[in-house]
Each structure stands twice: as C-alpha cells, then as structure tokens.
C-alpha cells in the first residue's frame, strides 16, 4: 500500500446494492470533497447478479475517483472489505457500508479524531433501532457474550471505521488467516483506538442480506476465530456426565447389596438419551473447530477479482 497523494480511501462492501449505491457513491463525494480534493472512492461488488457494477462503472466514468472491484462471486462482506483495504491507498481507510446505514457525514468526525491522533475510529451504534426486537436482542445477546468468552468487548462497533494505513496494511498483509473478522480483529489489535457514535438509520431501499441463518454463522465463525473455549465445554460436559453415572451407580449399587430390586427403567432411558445428546453435541464443537483448521490449511484466497475499473495498474495484493 501506498500513499501516493491520496488522504482519505473509501472502502466500500457492497452486494445487490444497484437502487442505493448512486445515492451512497454521491453523498459520499459530498463528504470527502468538504475534508480534501484526495480522496478515493473503492466500490468493492461482492458478487451482485444485479446492476451494481454497472452503477460503479458509471460513477467512475463520471468522477476517476470512484474505483470498483467487482468479485467472481459472492465471497462475503469481510472478503469484499479486505480486498478494497488492500487497494486503497490512502493516508486513512474507511470502510462503510453502501446501503446508507452508515451516515457518511460521520467521516468528517472520525477523520478529526485521526488527527488528533488517534489511530482507529470506531463508529458505534447508538441505538440499533432498525431490526425487529428478535434482531436487537440476539444482536446484543452475542456481543455481551463474544466480549464475555474472548476477553475483548466489540460492543455495537460496527464495521463503520476509520483505520489509520499502517493498522489497515498491518490487517491485510500480516495476518494470514482466512477468516479475518474486522470487527474483532480491529479492537484486539490494540493501538489508539477510539470511537463516533451515530444512529443507524434504515435502509432507504431494498433489504439487508443477512437472514438468520447467516447471521448465526457469522456469529460462530467470528467466536470460533477468537477463542477456543467452547472446545473446553466438552471435557466439562464429560464430568458432568461423570457426575451423574457416579450417582445413578451408587444408588444402583446400594439397592443390589440391599437385595431390593433394581428398578429405575426411566432413569436409564434419561441417562441414555443425555449422554447420547452429550457426545453429539461434543464431536459437533470438534468437528467445527476441525472444519475450521482444515478451511485455513487449503490456504485459498479469501476472494476472487473478476474485474476491476479506476486502478493504475493491477497489483494484486492477495
Ligand atoms: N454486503 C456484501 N456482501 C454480502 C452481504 C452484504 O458486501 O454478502 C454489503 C451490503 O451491500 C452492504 C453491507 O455489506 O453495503 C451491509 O449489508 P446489509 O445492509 O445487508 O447488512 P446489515 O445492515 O443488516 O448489517
Ligand atoms: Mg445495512
């Protein structure tokens, strides 16, 4: 990464965003043109089937500062991220989001920070007033438990951030795992790091991408990455299950040498069906951790470019 007279690169994820995206790209130029004249725009398209790209290539031919990336398919938001903050070349890097979700008047207060000297901005949710209560509640459910179980909090940072160049170099060159999660990863790596509040507002059109089921694997995937307690469950769950043989057995024992008969056929079924459901539950947590170490071992790269607009020359960086 350079820093070729470029102050401040917008790195912006954007999937199926072809009905916002102009909205996004605008306000965003509004923004930077009021901090400096050396901005750069970096559109990454995770993927989209729709006209996104196209949405991009226009704003590019319409202001060379806007520059996009368009991926082979759909690798994720953290793959699309990474692969802008590994173009960008800027003094500052910012990621937002490009459905208008992160205000982009905000950028103005943590480029302030910066220069003051702080080294990561952080922009933090106020409220999270968008999303039914199921939303919000299991939202905060697992940030209070990430902090709880990683040791670090992450609370309501969101992926709105400003990263000092050398932190954002430092996240795509030395840190070689596959599964980076910036929302983590920026608050473990320590430095001067501080925080913006803002609201988040609704998405002005069209609907997030994250239905349940990719929220829990994202939730998982990022646990996962940071701490390997829940391996540690399974040999506790094992006492447990030694705790209870050895009190279901005494009693069992005692009333043999009473000579009374043993009785207790529902006991047995219960310790059966728990144990069973015990074991399960322990080769899953393995088995996902294995399933973790064998996806860093194939060592494949986290995102694939299919096309590329507005870059000098293409240095592929991953
Ligand atoms: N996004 C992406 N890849 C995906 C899903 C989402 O790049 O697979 C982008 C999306 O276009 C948006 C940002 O990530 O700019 C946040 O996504 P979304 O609004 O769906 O999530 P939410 O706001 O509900 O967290
Ligand atoms: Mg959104």
Redesign the pocket.
């Known amino acids: 990464m350079q820093h070729e007279n470029v102050f401040i690169s917008l790195v ?6 072809e009905d916002v995206i102009m909205l ?1 790209l605008n306000e965003a130029t509004r923004v930077l043109e009021t901090i400096t004249q050396d901005y750069e725009i970096v559109a ?5 089937t729709d006209k ?1 790209f196209t949405r991009v290539m226009e704003a590019h031919q319409a202001n060379h500062r806007i520059k996009g990336l368009r991926f082979s398919r ?4 953290e ?3 990474l692969a802008g903050m590994a173009r960008a070349k800027g003094q500052v890097v910012v990621t ?4 208008l ?1 992160h205000p982009p008047g905000l950028i103005t207060e943590m480029v302030e920070k910066w220069r003051k000297g702080a080294q990561i901005v952080h922009g933090v949710k106020q409220t999270r007033q ?2 039914g209560l199921f939303h919000r509640t299991s939202a905060r459910i697992f940030y209070d438990l990430f902090s709880k179980i990683a040791g670090f909090k992450i609370n309501n940072s ?2 709105f951030k400003l990263l000092d160049a050398q932190i954002a170099s430092l996240l795509v060159r030395d840190f070689p795992e596959q599964q980076r999660f910036l929302r983590g990863l920026s608050c473990w790596v320590g430095y001067r790091q501080e925080s913006v509040t803002f609201e ?1 507002s609704e ?1 002005p059109v ?5 239905g349940l089921s ?1 929220l829990f694997r994202y939730g998982w995937n990022s646990l996962t990455s940071y701490t390997s307690l829940p391996l540690q469950l399974v040999p506790f769950m094992g006492v447990i299950m030694l705790l209870i043989s050895v009190v279901l057995g005494t009693e069992t024992l005692v009333s043999r040498i009473r000579g009374e008969s043993i009785s207790g056929f529902a006991t047995l079924e219960i310790t059966i069906l728990f144990s069973g459901s015990m074991i399960m539950i322990g080769l899953g947590i393995i088995g996902q951790y294995l399933a973790r170490v064998y996806d860093e071992l194939k060592k494949r790269p986290s995102f694939l470019v299919a096309d590329e607009v507005g870059f000098e020359q293409s240095t592929r960086s991953e």
């Open positions: 912006i994820p954007v999937f199926k965003e996004t990454v398209d995770d993927g989209s996104t759909n690798f994720g938001k793959a699309a991220m937002m989001d490009g459905d979700q968008y999303g969101s992926d988040v998405r069209g609907e997030s991408s994250w990719t």
